[in-house]
Structure formats: structure tokens, C-alpha cells
């Protein structure tokens, strides 16, 4: 949603089983790179491995911390989400488009 | 009763259609083709080396569903656990460069991006099939 719809002018995603793996390509990509995580779970493997790979977290969020203004709705599965699921993943949206204002203010 | 485990881990690919394709394809054979049947892990975490994933790799057959032909699925298993009992490429089943066109929000699928999921579903659980066969 940001990478596509949002910001595509500023942001590019990235599959995060190449930056586990230390894809070369990719690698290269993140090096040195401002980096936005947005993670799962507690386990925190986005932001461990883009950190391990050398690239600049400024921003690290997981979505279970979000979730308690949304306590009681049924947000799906992993095949598909209610329209409760798709509001909330807008939310978070939102909140790594602000990130990448907020980074865009304090690069130019 | 099916006792046996039997493990599919699909690519994490945020980056191309492939990785939508598998990871939907993955779910499929969860829901609806092989309910209660098949256990899935996290890549990133599998690759990470966190938890009992690579375990479990170690112990049970698992079979790979790759988005592209980097086969990070397929490699990882290989390199942390054990041979794979099988392994899907999406990009032979849709071709390289469907593959690797952008990925798409699960809204936005069409009904040819429901038939390549059927499609790569059903070659994940003739495999699936041919290993509980063997059990």
C-alpha cells in the first residue's frame, strides 16, 4: 500500500527472505539505506535482518502494537482480510507515510 | 488419521507477483485442499534461525513454494535443515516475467491471479500426495 499507492515515488519495498538470504542485489540496495520496518510479530526479523544487513532503521514499528484501539474487531486471515482487516492495515499505512514525511523533512 | 507432519514454506515475497502467488497458494492447500494437514512456518524466521523451525525441517518433510527463480525458500531448507521433499516455482508454472511483475494487494487480484494460485495449489498437493503416499 505505501510502496504502490501511497509513496512510490519515495519508498520501495523489498522481499525480506533476499535480505535474510544476503542477496547480493539487494544487499547493495539497503547498505547505507534509510530503512522503514514494519514487522509481524515480537520476533522482530525485518528490522533484526535489514539492521544485520547494514541498512539505517529510523523507523521500526510491529503491528501487534497498534492493535488495542482495535480491540474486538475481526481482522481475517492471512488469505483475506475483513473490512475491519483492511482499515486497519490502512492505519499502519498511514503511519509509515507520516515516517517518510517526517524523514523526507529531516533529509532536505 | 494422518500422524505424519508434512511442512510447506512459501517464499516471503514482498517484492514480485510470484510471492503473492505462493503465499496465497500455500493458504489454499491450508484452508481448503488439505485442511489440518500440513504445517507452515515463517521463511524469515525459519532463515533467521529463531524457534523450532529448522527443526522441524530436520524431522519432517517439507516442500518449498517459490515465487521466484532465486528459490529462497528451497535454498534456506537446504542450506539449514535438510533436502527438500519437494519444490515449486511459480515462475515455471505462470513464467519469469509474470513472476516478477509487482506484487498486488490481495484486493486487487483478478480471476486469472485466482487460476495462477489454483494452479500452483494443485502442484504443491501432488507432491504432498506422492510424499503421504510413500508414509
Redesign the interface.
Known amino acids: ?1 505505501v510502496t ?1 499507492e501511497k509513496c512510490p515515488n519515495d519508498t520501495e ?6 535480505v ?2 544476503g ?1 547480493d542485489e539487494v544487499v547493495a540496495k539497503i547498505k547505507g539505506a534509510t530503512c522503514i520496518t514494519m514487522d509481524g510479530c515480537a ?1 522482530y ?2 528490522k ?2 535489514v539492521e544485520e544487513t547494514g541498512g539505517i532503521v529510523v523507523k521500526s514499528h510491529k503491528v501487534p502494537d497498534f492493535m488495542k484501539a482495535h480491540r474486538g474487531e475481526e481482522h481475517g ?5 475483513t473490512e475491519d482487516g ?1 482499515n486497519y492495515a490502512v492505519e499502519l499505512a498511514e503511519i509509515m507515510v507520516e515516517d517518510v514525511k517526517e524523514i523526507k523533512a529531516g533529509v532536505n | 488419521m494422518i500422524t505424519t507432519k508434512i511442512g510447506v514454506i512459501s ?6 507477483l510470484g ?1 503473492t502467488i505462493s ?2 497458494a500455500v ?2 492447500m491450508m ?1 481448503e485442499l488439505k485442511p489440518g494437514m500440513v504445517s507452515t512456518l ?4 525459519f ?2 534461525g ?2 523450532g523451525e529448522r527443526e522441524f525441517a530436520e524431522k519432517y518433510p517439507t516442500i518449498a513454494v517459490d515465487g521466484c527463480s ?1 528459490c ?2 528451497k ?2 531448507i537446504e542450506k539449514y535443515s535438510n533436502r527438500v521433499a519437494g519444490s515449486v516455482d511459480v515462475a515455471e508454472i505462470i513464467g519469469e516475467a509474470k513472476a516478477l511483475d ?2 498486488l ?3 486487487n487480484l483478478a480471476d486469472e491471479h485466482m487460476e495462477y494460485v489454483k494452479q500452483t495449489a494443485d502442484k504443491t498437493c501432488q507432491i504432498f500426495d506422492k510424499i503421504l503416499a510413500k508414509q
Open positions: 500500500m504502490e519495498t523489498l522481499c525480506l527472505a533476499h535474510v538470504t542477496d520476533k526479523c525485518a533484526k535482518s486471515t492471512g488469505t483475506a482480510l483492511w | 517464499c516471503s515475497g514482498e517484492e514480485c510471492g503465499r496465497l493458504r489454499k484452508e515463517c521463511l524469515p524466521l532463515i533467521a529463531d524457534g532465486k529462497c525458500a535454498r534456506a509487482k506484487p494487494s490481495t484486493r
